[in-house]
C-alpha cells in the first residue's frame, strides 16, 4: 500500500511562513484528492485545504488567503505554503487521500507545527 511521509514542520513565530511537504511512495488510488488536516489540541481533526485530481482546490475559511496547496505529480508530492501563521495554526498536520470517490483513505503519520506569539 502506498505510503505518505510529511516534513516540513517545526516551530515559527506568529506571522511567519512555513512549507509542508507530503511524499507518496507510489501512486495513490484513482478517483482520490489530496489533503491536508489539522489537529489541534483539544479539537478534532479538519480539514485545512484540499486538491482534487483535476486541480480543483479548497481552503477552510481560517486558511484562506494565507495556505497555499499544490502539487507535483511527478514526485508525487504534496505541498501546503503556509504564510502569516497564526497561534491557532499550531496542531499536527496530516497529509490524506480525500475525494467522494476515493476507495479508501492513507493517512500520513503528521507533522508538527507549532507557533508562537
Known amino acids: 500500500q502506498v505510503q505518505l511521509v510529511e516534513s516540513g514542520g517545526g516551530s515559527a513565530q506568529a506571522g511567519g511562513s512555513l512549507k509542508l511537504s507530503c511524499a507518496a511512495s507510489g501512486d495513490t488510488p484513482t478517483y482520490c484528492g489530496m489533503g491536508w488536516y489539522r489537529q489541534s489540541p483539544g479539537k478534532g481533526r479538519e480539514l485545512v485545504s484540499s486538491?482534487?485530481?483535476?486541480?480543483?482546490?479548497t481552503y477552510a475559511d481560517s486558511a484562506k488567503g494565507r495556505f497555499t496547496i499544490s502539487r507535483d505529480t511527478r514526485k508525487r508530492t504534496l505541498y501546503l505554503q503556509m504564510n502569516s501563521l497564526k497561534t491557532d495554526d499550531t496542531g499536527v498536520y496530516y497529509c490524506?487521500?480525500?475525494?467522494?470517490?476515493?476507495?479508501?483513505?492513507?493517512w500520513g503519520q503528521g507533522t508538527q507545527v507549532t507557533v508562537s506569539s
Open positions: 490524506a487521500t480525500t475525494g467522494f470517490y476515493c476507495p479508501y483513505k492513507i
Open positions: 486538491i482534487s485530481n483535476a486541480g480543483t482546490t
